[in-house]
């Protein structure tokens, strides 16, 4: 098993190195190549100073080299090993070793691009490790109920509303969302934006009573602002996963094993969680890797609609303000999250089932 | 039905579909596409479809803030014809020609697409060569009717187009936009321009976006996907490694870069190529493995033994047979292009500003300063719902037509 | 004689289809006495599995419905016994095997686990203790290597080998009754001898019955004590072995042993039973075997009325209107007149 690990881990390194390559060159494709987002900024200048200050930029982003140069230099910027202080014109200097990776500097923040990702990429991961176990609760639940009381009105009945909420849009949901219960002149019960109250820092951390007065504290802060983005996150996950679990269910309670174990005598509640449960959440987890990369992409937009720092929102600044050091190392980490997770969702595909080895 | 396999009675009445079927998969289609059509969940989808592609076609009858007809001075002229634009013109004709082909018995199926596409490219370079309507500011009729020129008027059931920004009303104190009212059914937007217009031509949009750029992809899908399957090895290796690239990136993201890339030169095409570049990944695993399958399947080799090239066998025989499940990735591929765009529009970096979009009308309905305009957000999601919702319906329907298996199940 | 341990009556069971009411099992009959074993015989598909998964209820209800008759059991109705009462039974006093042994394993438990569950279930000891027995259990059908086997998965297994684990799991509990609903037929020649060769000796160590369903008449020779010839839903003939393959009555048993191989005579084709089996939804009236009967064609009848079993001689049932007629012409029966052994597949010398 480890040897299979390591073995994804190392071809995931070409697939980086693809996933970076395609991003640069689309960026470089560009009208106006990868200059062009510094050309943007600055607004009231004379002719001769712009010139200056670009000349500066692209001696100090190396946007005056050949293209390969350029993303040569950028690779070796983001690897932890490689040569050293290359910044100044690489590749001149040439003591290669190891060193700390770096992500290069925004164009428009001037702050070291790891910075800020390492701002952003724990709220995006904690949404959706928040996200896929509430999924996957929903989901296996309504599922195996749909299953049991087969063609019954909840059966009928949650049949059509998940393939209703699989088809919501989830701007339309978080637009909805926003403007009706997050909005004063509506219902006013959730908070509009954000993942914490602005004195969430000096909360405690559970729910006191001090003085009689209820403060709701750090945690319970916490979990109120996230109803409405975790609602938005899921609402199309559980729909799809539903029907498959449904479907999974039915097809395992007339499998010839759970026969089997209604002869041996096990009651039917038995054999529906003992036996049947265990096998219809293999293709649930099957999916897993499917829809994983699809809920970063849902995040994005529910990050966007709430105003929550995560990766997404970054994403979608760093495109308005033509910030392509930000956008090539978004891609970037965006791209070893996706595939760090279809790993694990391998993974635990392999613990379930003891049908798939990795040898 | 029953779902008791031990019956013998269901042993033989079973409907079963030929998986692998080298002769004419055309009837076969059909039979498919009937069976789809069958499900009333099918039947709604297409229903809805129908509506936004009249909407579609023709949208400069239905909202135009040019009148069809009037009578100044005694004479009567039309005004409307003269501010048809190049795609108002083009639909309705290729409409036409559509609906005369399908009633023509004689062409053959592929011969009927390829006038099709022939047809589109003449009607519509000569239509965007030869038509150019003159920019006349849209409020002229109205003033001139309310000044008490115009002796009669004939105006379309919504008369305004929908870049009309009612200049001619505009009042300080009653700022736009507008709630829904007898005037404006679904209010105005920011700028003021009437909702029900917007998004009677926004399912243009829609529907060229759905279509083209599935196109696209399936295009992309099938020859990628194609050529991984036919040459194999290394080719299929490098190949694979494409697909894992594209494919670990979530597409919203991939299309971002992708927009990034073009920050100023945002263009509906070029946001159709943008999706279609980014969804095809999906396609091409499919014809890939359908291909590899069948490769090695008896009747394949039966058919190379009997001196027919493999070339000829994979894509003139068993790309046919690739056809209808590739039916279903394309109905739910066309929902997806939809999401994308409006989603794309919605984040503020879809078409450009000015063009009439669902996903830019819900994009305006929570306002920076917090305001949340229900009708904003109410009709344009309602409609990308619907719209989305009934291409899975359909991709559903055809899916189950294809998989008896799985219709007995549900 | 004994108290039948098993006594079926009149058993009629329906499935509800949007096509109308199949009956795949109509007035069926049947005792079993303990130490018996009792051949059920026929086609696929008219209805032997039926019955057998109506003893222990395994049948999904909807659309399966009992219509008439009872199941005794030890003095209790199975028809009508309480589903709490029924888990009991099942498995520990009437165990079933099935025929497919490569998809009746739980893919994803260990066979230690699913041996084990029901000696847990049923014998109320802790779950190292039912290993144990599991493990004991395995070593008693034969299972070199038990312990090891105990942690393996069932997908690491043959056929064979599974089949064995599933009789393993039914004798756990050592029931009274065996249920092997065609436990030999997806399995290749030799791995069925062993199969068989096994439930005999088991049989004879505990005296249990077993109910045995086949459509293989090989497996019956050597394996039965009684047999009932199943045809469209109903018993058509049923006798103890030795008076059945020496005397069969009804034309369908006939056929059926005109249609297999005999040992050592290299004759002509093989015969076949004309026709097909007919549809349950559509059985023709009267005997419903008649339009496939080579005798007395014709016989207005045979096309109205059905026939009952009659007794035609001591302990020997048969539905046909003709039966007696034929059991004392000369004509048909001496052909068939071959001594058991005949049958004996050849499997059982390659085992040999």
């Not at chain 1, 979608?316 to 050091?325: H, L, S, T, V």
């Not at chain 2, 150019?132 to 115009?150: F, H, I, K, M, Q």
Request: glycine share 8%; net charge neutral.
């Amino acid at each position: 098993m480890l040897n299979y690990i390591i073995r994804r881990l190392l071809l995931m390194i070409p697939t980086i190195i693809g996933i970076t390559l395609l991003v640069f060159l689309v960026m470089a494709m560009s009208p106006g190549g990868l200059t062009a987002g510094i050309r943007g900024q600055e607004g009231n200048m004379r002719p001769d100073q712009r010139k200056k200050i670009e000349e500066y930029y692209k001696k100090r982003y190396g946007l005056d080299q050949p293209l390969y140069r350029q993303y040569l230099r950028w690779l070796n910027h983001v690897l932890p090993f490689g040569a050293k202080e290359a910044g100044e014109g690489f590749p001149r200097k040439w003591p290669v070793g190891l060193k700390s990776p770096d992500l290069g500097e925004s164009l428009m923040r001037h702050r070291p691009v790891i910075d800020v990702v390492a701002e952003a990429l724990p709220v995006t991961i904690l949404l959706n490790l928040i996200t896929v176990p509430v999924i996957y609760a929903i989901s296996i639940t309504a599922g195996i109920y749909a299953a049991r009381r087969r063609g019954n009105s909840f059966d009928v009945a949650w049949g059509t509303t998940s393939l209703a909420l699989w088809s919501i849009p989830t701007m339309w949901a978080g637009v909805m969302f926003l403007g009706l219960f997050a909005n004063r002149d509506v219902i006013n019960i959730f908070p509009a934006s954000g993942l914490h109250d602005t004195l969430a820092e000096q909360m405690r951390f559970l729910p006191s009573w001090p003085g009689g007065v209820f403060a709701r504290g750090w945690l319970l802060d916490f979990a109120w602002h996230l109803t409405l983005p975790i609602i938005c996150l899921t609402y199309g996950g559980f729909a799809f996963m539903s029907k498959l679990m449904r479907a999974s269910v039915l097809e395992n309670l007339s499998a010839d094993f759970a026969r089997t174990a209604r002869a041996k005598g096990l009651t039917d509640r038995a054999v529906l969680f003992r036996h049947v449960l265990s096998n219809s959440v293999l293709p649930l987890i099957t999916v897993a890797a499917g829809i994983l990369p699809g809920l970063l992409g849902g995040s994005l937009i529910v990050e966007s609609i709430f105003s929550i720092n995560g990766m997404g929102r970054l994403m979608i600044d760093a495109i308005f303000q033509k910030d392509r050091e930000l956008v090539m190392s978004e891609a970037f980490v965006i791209g070893i999250v996706s595939l760090v997770s279809l790993l694990v969702a391998d993974l635990c595909y392999a613990a379930a089932d003891p049908r798939v080895t990795y040898e | 039905m029953s779902n008791f396999a031990a019956t013998p009675a269901d042993a033989g009445t079973d409907v079963q579909f030929p998986t692998s079927n080298v002769d004419v998969p055309l009837p076969w289609l059909a039979q498919v596409w009937k069976q789809s059509i069958s499900q009333r969940a099918a039947r709604f989808g297409l229903a809805w479809i129908s509506v936004v592609a009249f909407c579609a076609i023709f949208a400069p009858l239905l909202a135009n803030s040019f009148p069809i007809a009037i009578k100044m001075n005694g004479r009567w002229s039309s005004p409307f014809l003269h501010q048809l634009t190049a795609t108002d013109v083009t639909l309705p004709i290729l409409t036409l020609l559509c609906g005369i082909l399908c009633f023509v018995r004689r062409i053959g199926f592929l011969s009927k697409i390829y006038t099709m596409l022939i047809a589109t490219v003449i009607v519509g370079s000569l239509a965007f060569i030869f038509i150019r309507p003159p920019n006349t500011p849209r409020e002229t009729y109205r003033l001139l009717e309310r000044a008490g020129r115009l002796q009669s008027v004939v105006r379309t059931p919504i008369p305004y187009t929908f870049d009309d920004r009612l200049y001619d009303q505009f009042s300080a104190d009653h700022p736009h936009p507008w709630a829904p009212s007898h005037d404006h059914w679904m209010g105005t937007e920011k700028f003021g321009a009437d909702i029900t217009s917007q998004m009677i031509y926004a399912c243009r949009i829609a529907m060229a976006i759905g279509f083209i750029s599935t196109g696209i992809s399936v295009l992309i899908g099938i020859v990628f996907g194609g050529l991984m399957g036919y040459f194999v090895g290394i080719v299929d290796l490098l190949g694979m490694r494409v697909i894992e690239i594209v494919g670990a990136i979530p597409t919203i993201y991939l299309l971002l870069i992708f927009v990034a890339a073009f920050p100023d030169y945002r263009s509906i095409y070029l946001i159709m190529a943008i999706i279609g570049l980014t969804s095809w990944t999906g396609d091409a695993r499919f014809v890939r493995a359908e291909f590899l399958k069948l490769r090695n399947q008896e009747f394949v080799h039966a058919a190379i033994a009997a001196g027919l090239p493999l070339r000829s066998v994979l894509f003139k025989h068993l790309l046919p047979n690739a056809l209808a499940p590739l039916l279903v990735s394309a109905s739910f591929g066309i929902a997806g292009a939809i999401l994308s765009e409006s989603t794309l529009s919605f984040l503020g970096l879809g078409i450009p500003v000015g063009d009439a979009s669902w996903g830019a009308l819900l994009n305006e309905a929570v306002s920076a300063g917090g305001g949340f305009i229900w009708w904003l957000a109410t009709y344009p999601g309602l409609a990308i719902f619907l719209t989305v919702l009934s291409y899975n319906f359909i991709g559903e329907a055809v899916r189950d037509a294809l998989d008896p298996k799985l219709r007995e199940r549900s | 004689m004994p108290d039948p341990l098993l006594q079926i009556s009149d058993l009629n069971v329906a499935f509800e289809t949007a096509r109308g009411l199949i009956r795949p099992v109509r007035d069926v009959s049947l005792s079993i006495y303990p130490g018996q074993t009792v051949a059920v015989v026929g086609e696929s598909g008219c209805g032997k599995s039926v019955t057998a998964m109506s003893i222990l209820r395994l049948l999904p209800s909807p659309p399966s419905k009992v219509l008439s008759g009872s199941i005794m059991f030890a003095g209790r109705d199975l028809v009508t016994v309480p589903e709490n009462q029924m888990q009991k039974i099942r498995g520990k006093e009437i165990a079933m095997i099935f025929q497919e042994p490569m998809t009746s394993l739980n893919p994803v438990y260990s066979i230690g686990d699913q041996i084990a569950e029901a000696v847990v279930l049923h014998q109320h000891v802790g779950s190292r203790e039912g290993l144990r027995i599991a493990e004991q259990s395995l070593r008693d059908v034969g299972i070199a290597d038990a312990h090891r086997r105990l942690r393996e998965y069932p997908h690491e297994m043959s056929g064979g080998m599974r089949q064995r684990i599933m009789i393993a799991m039914a004798l756990s509990c050592k029931p009274k009754l065996l249920i092997a609903d065609e436990p030999t037929t997806a399995l290749d020649v030799t791995i069925q001898a062993q199969i068989l060769e096994l439930l005999r000796k088991v049989q004879q160590q505990t005296g249990m019955s077993i109910m045995l369903i086949t459509h293989d008449l090989g497996v019956v020779a050597e394996n039965a004590d009684v047999v009932a010839v199943m045809y469209a839903s109903r018993i058509v003939e049923t006798a103890t072995v030795e008076e059945l393959f020496d005397r069969p009555q009804h034309p369908y048993t006939q056929g059926l042993f005109r249609s297999i191989p005999k040992f050592g005579v290299t004759s002509k084709r093989l015969e076949t039973i004309p026709g097909t089996v007919p549809n349950p939804t559509k059985f023709p009236p009267g005997c419903k075997f008649h339009t496939r009967c080579d005798r007395l064609n014709g016989d207005p009848l045979c096309s109205t009325v059905e026939p009952l079993l009659r007794e035609v001689s001591p302990g020997h049932w048969a539905s046909c209107h003709h039966a007696e007629h034929f059991a004392e012409s000369p004509v048909t029966v001496p052909q068939l007149q071959h001594k058991r052994e005949d049958y004996i597949p050849l499997a059982t010398e390659v085992q040999a």
